[in-house]
């Protein structure tokens, strides 16, 4: 049996501003933005080559109030996430060497914090 990890729900203050964001700002691909009515509403974003989106609106309860999420992510490299980022004006941290990886840091405007992780093989 395959266990697909494929949504990963996030806690926004301002949808609007989130989906700017994460699709303009970010560059990651705005799969849905449904409005069911005015307590309903459902966004779906997608890192570009991702099996797993990421999702956030009005009414979906899925996370407490006020929470946030730390989520890492898998990059082939590092420098290059890095250069994304900054070509995007996304504030991010320079690439912090570990003995496990190579990581850029970032959070979105209401502080879900992300990893970009370049798996490093010892050697």
Same mark, same amino acid.
């Given at each position: 049996?395959?266990?697909?990890?494929?949504?990963?729900?996030?806690?926004?203050?301002?949808?609007?501003?989130?989906?700017?964001?994460?699709?303009?700002?970010?560059?990651?691909?705005?799969?849905?933005?449904?409005?069911?009515?005015? /307590?309903?509403?459902? *966004?779906?974003?997608? @890192?570009? !080559?991702?099996?797993?989106? $990421?999702?956030?609106?009005? #009414?979906?309860?899925?996370?407490?109030?006020?929470?946030?999420?730390?989520?890492?992510?898998?990059?082939?490299?590092?420098?290059?996430?890095?250069?994304?980022?900054?070509?995007?004006?996304? /504030?991010?941290?320079? *690439?912090?060497?570990? @003995?496990? !990886?190579?990581?850029?840091? $970032?959070?979105?405007?209401? #502080?879900?914090?992300?990893?970009?992780?370049?798996?490093?093989?010892?050697?």
């Amino acid at each position: 049996m395959d266990f697909r990890i494929e949504l990963v729900p996030l806690a926004v203050t301002d949808v609007d501003r989130a989906k700017a964001f994460y699709g303009d700002k970010v560059g990651w691909n705005v799969d849905h933005d449904q409005v069911v009515s005015p /307590e309903l509403r459902f *966004v779906q974003v997608t @890192p570009p !080559g991702s099996a797993c989106s $990421f999702c956030f609106g009005v #009414g979906l309860q899925m996370l407490p109030e006020g929470s946030s999420q730390f989520i890492q992510v898998v990059v082939d490299d590092a420098d290059k996430a890095l250069a994304y980022l900054r070509e995007r004006d996304v /504030e991010c941290e320079g *690439v912090d060497e570990q @003995p496990w !990886g190579r990581f850029v840091y $970032f959070q979105d405007p209401d #502080g879900n914090r992300w990893a970009l992780q370049q798996i490093v093989v010892p050697s």
